[in-house]
């Protein structure tokens, strides 16, 4: 399994979520979030359902102007 630093991590997801249109704090928010998640050992909330956002923010599935 090939490792990662965090804050590659946390740039690569902002990236992404940016490119999709999510404001900076809100990308910046969820990026952090999901992270925790997986440092706390819940990847059920971690980036492994990152492509799942994606594809509902793509989808306009999630409100992005508030």
Known sequence: ???YAIFELKNALIKILKINHV???QAK???DTMLEADMRG???H???IFPAYIKKIQS???NLTT
Do not use: E, P, Q, Y
Request: no cysteine.
């Open 1 to 3: 399994m090939k490792r």
């Open 23 to 25: 404001n900076d704090d």
């Open 29 to 31: 928010i969820l990026a």
């Open 42 to 44: 819940v990847h059920t």
């Open 46 to 48: 971690g980036i492994s």
């Open 60 to 62: 306009n599935g999630f």
